[in-house]
Nanobody, 111 residues
Framework: QVQLVESGGGVVQAGASLRLSCARS????????LGWFRQAPGKEREFVAR???????SYADSVKGRFTISRDDAQNLVYLQMENLKPEDTGVYYC?????WGQGTQVTVSS
């Protein structure tokens, strides 16, 4: 069974940067569409960013210009580079491929 494992979360101050990583236990990210989602306390899980296998990207309006989704085929990793973090970016971030989800990594941004 394919597993996704996120890492890279942490506690940072507003304005800081973080890079999240997602690893896959089997298979390559190269030929799949993939995404990052997040869930804040008391809220529903929401879309953050998407990268298609063709290389097209899309972002939630709230993170455009600050977050970048990318893929490293050599390392078979997916990244979410997050810049200029805001307190409202706080939440558990999840990597998604098809119907597979990781366990999430916590990002906490203090003001």
């Amino acid at each position: 069974q394919v597993q996704l494992v996120e890492s890279g979360g942490g506690v940072v101050q507003a304005g800081a940067s973080l890079r999240l990583s997602c690893a896959r236990s089997r298979g390559s990210f190269r030929w799949v569409d993939l995404g990052w989602f997040r869930q804040a306390p008391g809220k529903e899980r929401e879309f953050v960013a998407r990268l298609t296998w063709r290389g097209n990207t899309s972002y939630a309006d709230s993170v455009k210009g600050r977050f970048t989704i990318s893929r490293d085929d050599a390392q078979n990793l997916v990244y979410l580079q997050m810049e200029n973090l805001k307190p409202e970016d706080t939440g558990v971030y999840y990597c998604n491929v098809a119907d597979k989800w990781g366990q999430g990594t916590q990002v906490t941004v203090s003001s």
